[in-house]
């Protein structure tokens, strides 16, 4: 196996731990959200904000990484406008992607103080619950684009 091989792998298994841990945020969230069980959600969210502290910032950081020593290992320029539209997406994505982190802090604490009342949760919770949800959609689309970039390379 080369160099170039081992950092691709490596890029590409960065891509995915931050797809699937995406997805599996996601989904988690919505199913603990569905119950509207305080006790669960707070549960739940605590799992979500530690996967994301692991999985995700670890991914988030390592691509940028991996994708500068292909570039360099590959002799491709930073200005193909692939990687150009890649990095302003990767932007985007963080964009989107910081504030949820926020978010998902703030509901499990919500959702912790809900419980340990033993009361409803609060409307600040479903306010951001909705906002986290909307931010997920360009934040994820942004990644998914990313990934097809990276494999088409389109031009």
Do not use: C, N
Not at 4 to 18: D, E, N, P, R, S
Not at 61 to 85: C, H, K, N, Y
Not at 133 to 142: H, R, V
């Amino acid at each position: 196996m080369t160099l170039y091989f081992l950092v691709k792998y490596l890029h590409v298994l960065g891509a995915i731990v931050i797809l699937g841990t995406g997805t599996g945020i996601a989904f988690f969230m919505l199913m603990a959200h569905r119950t509207q069980d305080a006790q669960f959600i707070a549960r739940t969210a605590s799992v979500v904000v530690t996967a994301d502290a692991i999985f995700t910032f670890s991914a988030v950081i390592f691509q940028p990484v991996t994708g500068g020593l292909l570039m360099m290992l590959s002799a491709t320029s930073i200005t193909e406008r692939w990687i150009l539209a890649s990095l302003a997406l990767y932007v985007i994505a963080g964009l989107f992607w910081i504030p949820v982190v926020f978010m998902q802090i703030e509901m499990r604490d919500l959702a912790r103080k809900a419980a340990e009342q033993h009361v409803a949760l609060p409307a600040r919770y479903f306010i951001l619950f909705r906002r986290w949800f909307a931010f997920g959609f360009p934040g994820f689309g942004a990644t998914m684009l990313i990934l097809w970039l990276m494999i088409a390379k389109p031009f």
